[in-house]
């Protein structure tokens, strides 16, 4: 099974930007459409984002549309997150994970493999 190691998080003031990456490791990360969910104290998992397996086509919540920006470089075999404009309410541990469907999908159940997180804090 693939492995999924999470890194970049850390504390941010509100306004500022984080790039959290995904590296994956006992499989080539091609083979999967990629998300990233997260996760805030005493609340669901959500989606934040997804992307295709060739980086093309990609699925945002609407609450980081225009903020946060999904890529990948399959041939480091990584996934990332560019989180710019900041906001406290985007306090969570962030994930990412695998699927096997075939476009970027949005809902949970669709991802199989995950990492272990990353905490993201953002001060006001």
């Known amino acids: 099974q693939v492995q999924l190691v999470e890194s970049g998080g850390g504390l941010v003031q509100a306004g500022g930007s984080l790039r959290l990456s995904c590296a994956a490791s006992g499989r080539t990360l091609s083979y999967f459409v990629m998300g990233w969910f997260r996760q805030a104290p005493g609340k669901e998992r959500e989606f934040v984002a997804a992307?295709?397996?060739?980086?093309?086509?990609?699925n945002y919540a609407n609450s980081v549309k225009g903020r946060f920006t999904i890529s990948r470089d399959n041939a480091k075999n990584t996934v990332f997150l560019q989180m710019n404009s900041l906001k406290p309410e985007d306090t969570a541990v962030y994930y990412c994970?695998?699927?096997?469907?075939?476009?970027?999908?949005?809902?949970?159940?669709?991802?199989?493999?995950w990492g272990q997180g990353t905490q993201v804090t953002v001060s006001s």
């Open positions: 994970a695998t699927s096997l469907q075939f476009t970027p999908v949005i809902t949970m159940s669709a991802y199989d493999y």
């Open positions: 992307v295709s397996r060739n980086g093309q086509n990609t």
